[in-house]
């Protein structure tokens, strides 16, 4: 069934209004009320904002309207946060306001796993069948970098727009996803975390990210669904269309059960799920690392990843490791051709090296023109679909500079970055196959906070050019692995 | 069969020697000669080194003997850096001089796949016989904190001493470790990189760790097993005894093929191994990441940590992911028992908390005084065993920093650290039961670095206390499992 287009307009004004009401609204900088108002202004929302509050007066240079019925003209969506034994009455004034959507912060509901608490829920989702979209409750609300609408807290989120459509059942899990996606590079279309989700859950979000021209790509944290036949049949349509990356949290017993007392969702059987997302081509992780890494890696190499991979870098147990690793992901790890070998073999010394994949150099102070031999044999041999490569930033910066006897010297002097760079643009450039950086760090140690300082900054570097660049070898390839598979399935 | 007494005296001159030879001693500071001599003469060691060149002179300080016999007085132990085409005439030397033991830091043997190589590799083993022990070829050496010997290049690795026994067939993997320990307070007691082991290899190491009065945990990095029988001999002997942690690498036929031309071992098949080491009642790995968590969970959790956990923090996915996790790796997160749930639930408002087990307080910035609250009713619960306490330092630093309007303030003005460690110690106390933290990094944006800072800062401060932090809830929950099985062996 193709959506209607109502049913598409209905989330404009959710996503993007033009007047926006805090009901709840508070001074108190520890209250709800206090942070989304202020998360909402900080950000720089670009419609108008009123804040509600039966005491009246103003809040960070805000006029406060003692009721919605006060608010001159039309509110397209409000941001609730007021108690639950008090949400029914307003959900009545928003309905008479004419508000298009609601989004309820507020907890207490079928989460508390009482009668009580899901009968009021069931109210609630009553206000929804009059036209009126609800979100939540017990939810952190909407990030749309487009309009400045943002979540509980999101006051730092990234103002750029991005192709990345996320929809959660944990609000924390989206605060955290907001962060972290910033230094990655990670932008989002919409977030939307729906709590509850006693209207607006995970069925209708897919729908509408399926059709949204400003999606591309796909990702979520469910815990239970609201309506499995629906949203596996959605999942089935759209596949070899936009990539899904989901994360089903509650599979085992404990987890299960958890669910429940969190966003009063039902978990459901491990297997069952696996078996349904595999055959609606769904990428399935099973933790937020995983989830960050696919999502970052649908968007850094948005074609022509493939499956066999050349690995280069310098130490032993790095090629070791990676032939493991990439093998137990469905990976492969050929061995150059004879010609392209042959070829490589003439440009290094016989002893310490091993050329035939893996690529081991012997050691990670490999010069990067040394490095470019070896991209330039994996770009040439057809065998080859992606490189990974591999730099350990403390070996290069600090033990060199501390060979050389320049100690005092910053460590971007040492740094292999620019050079390596430029071979990743030509070698890409000419070749076209994808590249990878796995840029490890191998301390955590206080007193070298530096080196910290220069990873994030070649990461931000190699990131702007459009090189993915992952903490390390494993996650690299885990997150190789999910575009690799989701390739496999577009003919 | 135990071990002779002179087996482990035969060790004693190449961990501890007073007199030691570095032959291919060089000036050039891109030579591991140079590299080598450098990282023992900085690191501090101990005994008298004597620098071998044919070229004389001097260098770093000390006077170059142009042959090993020129020295005066005996040498106990080499480091040889030389060519492998000079290296049997270099032995037959060492020999003479009635050199004890060396390592020959050397490649271009065995894992060059050449019968040439194979045949070198032969003939350096049988100066073993002779009663000269040797490690390697193609090895970094030994890295002993007690004598100040290090590997290559170790200059920095800690001086102080530990209860960790490592050996590795990576060199790499030796550098990392040492590298890596330094910020999570592993000491080693010897740190053995051993290469293609052609006479000192896994089967003397782990005999020479299960007798070493300063050894208590052993780890180590295998490719292959230079006696299967005898290794599986060794483990079985040991079961229940020292804990054994082994990453056993070249798993996957293509990690078989990498693990040749990087030792020359053979890699062996999965199930074998892993049947084996089972019964063995050996700690299996399979990441570099696993390894050194599982070697931290044995040194802060010496005893009582159990399966039954108690997993405690802020944000709804925290704990229905920790269920999964725990669920998935053998742990478990029961519900608090009714009398305790009781006393908890009146000491918490009834809505946006779930009191059960995993205790998820609504947001990360609950203060410290309500997570003892919670860190009370798993002490007092005889049905929980083992406390993991989730602390995300963004919410707690950054936000509450920004929403009281002090972002001039130094985040460590904000810390709930020290209050949260009296209340760590004191549980810790009364109830005997191991409490881990979790901290993970959810930003790892450039502009954040104080953020980090603050991290390793309240890292180091909880790890002095004796209390284990980890990045993530599931490395945590990992490191825990390993543990845990290895007590569930001990009777």
Redesign the interface.
Request: charged share 20%.
């Given at each position: 069934m193709p959506h209607s287009l109502s049913f598409i307009d209905a989330f404009h004004p959710i996503f993007y209004p033009r007047t926006l009401a805090v009901i709840g609204a508070s001074a108190d900088?520890?209250k709800f009320g206090n942070?989304i108002l202020?998360a909402i202004q900080e950000i720089g929302f670009g419609g108008k904002i009123y804040p509600v509050n039966p005491d009246g007066g103003e809040i960070k240079g805000l006029k406060v309207f003692r009721s919605l019925a006060e608010i001159p003209g039309p509110v397209d969506f409000a941001v609730i946060t007021i108690p639950?034994s008090v949400l029914l009455s307003t959900l009545e004034e928003c309905r008479q306001k004419g508000v298009k959507g609601v989004e309820i912060l507020t907890?207490?509901f079928k989460?508390?796993g009482t009668a009580e608490g899901r009968q009021l829920e069931g109210e609630i989702s009553r206000f929804a069948l009059g036209g009126m979209r609800v979100l939540g409750p017990n939810c952190f609300g909407i990030y749309c970098p487009e309009s400045g609408l943002t979540i509980l807290?999101g006051?730092?989120f990234s103002r750029e727009t991005g192709p990345v459509g996320f929809l959660?059942?944990?609000?924390?899990?989206c605060?955290?996803l907001g962060?972290?996606a910033?230094?990655?590079g990670i932008r989002f279309s919409k977030m939307v975390s729906y709590g509850n989700g006693c209207d607006v859950a995970a069925c209708d979000l897919l729908e509408f990210f399926f059709a949204d021209p400003k999606t591309g790509v796909i990702a979520g944290?469910v815990?239970g669904i609201d309506d499995g036949p629906r949203f596996l049949r959605l999942l089935r349509e759209n596949r070899g269309k936009k990539p899904v990356i989901l994360w089903k949290?509650?599979?085992?017993?404990?987890?299960g059960?958890?669910?429940q007392?969190?966003?009063g969702s039902l978990g459901g059987s491990a297997a069952v799920w696996e078996g349904a997302f595999r055959q609606a081509g769904v990428i399935q992780v099973?933790?937020?690392?995983e989830l960050i890494d696919a999502i970052y890696a649908f968007l850094y190499l948005p074609g022509g990843a493939g499956p066999r991979v050349a690995v280069m870098g310098?130490?032993?147990?790095?090629?070791?490791?990676?032939?493991?690793?990439?093998?137990?992901l469905g990976l492969?790890?050929p061995y150059f051709s004879p010609a392209v070998l042959q070829k490589l073999k003439a440009s290094f010394p016989?002893?310490?090296n091993?050329l035939?994949n893996?690529v081991?150099l012997?050691n990670?102070m490999i010069p990067p023109s040394m490095l470019r031999r070896v991209m330039e044999a994996a770009g040439e041999d057809g065998g080859i679909d992606t490189l990974i490569v591999i730099q350990?930033l403390?070996?290069i910066l600090y033990?060199v500079r501390?060979?050389?006897g320049m100690a005092d010297q910053p460590l971007s002097r040492f740094s292999f970055q620019p050079e390596l760079l430029k071979a990743c643009q030509e070698i890409k450039a000419r070749y076209g196959k994808p590249i990878i950086l796995a840029l490890p760090d191998?301390?955590?140690?206080?007193q070298?906070?530096d080196l910290?300082?220069e990873l994030?900054?070649e990461?931000?570097i190699y990131q702007a050019a459009g090189f993915p660049v992952f903490s390390?070898l494993?996650r690299a390839a885990r997150a190789l692995s999910h575009v690799v598979r989701f390739r496999g399935m577009v003919s």
């Open positions: 900088p520890t942070i202020s639950a907890s207490g989460e508390t807290p006051q730092n959660s059942q944990s609000g924390g899990l605060a955290d962060q972290i910033k230094g990655l944290y815990e949290a509650g599979l085992t017993a404990t987890g059960r958890a669910v007392s969190h966003t099973y933790s937020a690392e310098g130490g032993g147990a790095i090629s070791v490791a990676a032939s493991d690793s990439l093998e137990r492969s790890v016989p002893v310490g091993s035939r893996p081991d012997g990670p350990i403390f070996y033990q501390h060979r050389v191998i301390t955590t140690d206080g070298m906070i910290e300082i994030r900054k990461r931000d390390s494993d």
